[in-house]
C-alpha cells in the first residue's frame, strides 16, 4: 500500500470554526508533512514529523496546529483562519526526514475555502 | 537560502524529447535533488532523485552538472499524458530545508 489518505476532500469553514484536517500512511514512514498550496504557486513546507516528533516548523502562524498522535495518522487543527488561509493542503511521508534526499509520497489534497 | 528557478512553461508534441531546467544558484554540498509531477487537484509524484552526474529510471533521466547549480530533467517520447507541472525540489540536509522550485507547466499536443 503506497497511499496516502487525506480527509475531508474539501472543507468550507467560518472565520471563528475550529475544523481539522486528517492525514493517514501504512507504508511505515517515520516522517509526515504538512504543505500549503496557492494557485499556481509551488507547494510551500510548514510542518515535519520526524518518528512523531515536531523536527521542522516553518513560522507558521499559531492558527495551524499539527498533531502527529502516532507513526501513521498526522492531523492539522484550524481554528480562527482568514480568508487568506484558503488553499489546498497536502499531505506527505517518506521513509525517514525531513531533509536528507528521501522520496516523498504525497495525498491528494484538503481544498480547504475559508469565508 | 537556495533559490530555485523554473521556466513558467513549456510546449511540446507527442513523441518528442522533453528538457525542463531547473536553476539552483546556491545549492549546498549535502543538498538532494528531486523532481516531481503534478496534476490538477492532485498531490505531487515522484519522478526521479540525483546528487550529481546522471541518474536514470524507467520514466526520465536527471542531468546534473559538476558545479551543482543546476539540473535538468528528460522524458523521452511525451504523450499527452504527461501535460502537467513539473518541480524541482532541493532538498537541504544543510539547512533542514525543503524548497520547490516556481514549476513548469508542460503542455503536451497531438
Known amino acids: 500500500d503506497t497511499e496516502v489518505t487525506q480527509t475531508p476532500k474539501h472543507l468550507v469553514m467560518g472565520m471563528t470554526n475550529k475544523k481539522s484536517l486528517k492525514c493517514e500512511q501504512h507504508m511505515g514512514h517515520r516522517a509526515m508533512y504538512w504543505y500549503k498550496q496557492k494557485a499556481k504557486k509551488p507547494p510551500e513546507l510548514m510542518f515535519v514529523?520526524?518518528?512523531?516528533?515536531?523536527?521542522i516548523n516553518e513560522s507558521v502562524p499559531s492558527r495551524f496546529s499539527p498533531e502527529c498522535p502516532n507513526s501513521s495518522l498526522l492531523n492539522l487543527h484550524l481554528h480562527a483562519l482568514q480568508p487568506e488561509d484558503s488553499a489546498l493542503y497536502l499531505c506527505?511521508?517518506?521513509?525517514?526526514?525531513?531533509?536528507?534526499?528521501?522520496?516523498?509520497?504525497f495525498g491528494p489534497g484538503t481544498r480547504l475555502t475559508v469565508t | 537560502l537556495a533559490k530555485t528557478t523554473q521556466p513558467i512553461s513549456m510546449d511540446s508534441y507527442e513523441g518528442q524529447e522533453v528538457n525542463i531546467t531547473c536553476s539552483h544558484n546556491?545549492?549546498?554540498?549535502?543538498?538532494?535533488i528531486t523532481w516531481y509531477q503534478q496534476f490538477p487537484s492532485q498531490g505531487p509524484r515522484f519522478i526521479i532523485q540525483g546528487y550529481k552526474t546522471k541518474v536514470t529510471n524507467e520514466v526520465a533521466s536527471l542531468f546534473i552538472p559538476a558545479d551543482r547549480k543546476s539540473s535538468t530533467l528528460s522524458l523521452p517520447r511525451v504523450s499527452l499524458s504527461d501535460t502537467a507541472v513539473y518541480y524541482c525540489?532541493?532538498?537541504?540536509?544543510?539547512?533542514?530545508?525543503?524548497?520547490f522550485g516556481t514549476g513548469t507547466l508542460l503542455a503536451v499536443q497531438p
Open positions: 506527505a511521508s517518506s521513509q525517514v526526514g525531513g531533509t536528507g534526499g528521501y522520496e516523498q509520497y
Open positions: 546556491n545549492i549546498a554540498t549535502n543538498d538532494y
Open positions: 514529523y520526524s518518528y512523531e516528533k515536531l523536527s
Open positions: 525540489l532541493v532538498d537541504s540536509g544543510a539547512t533542514n530545508k525543503l524548497i
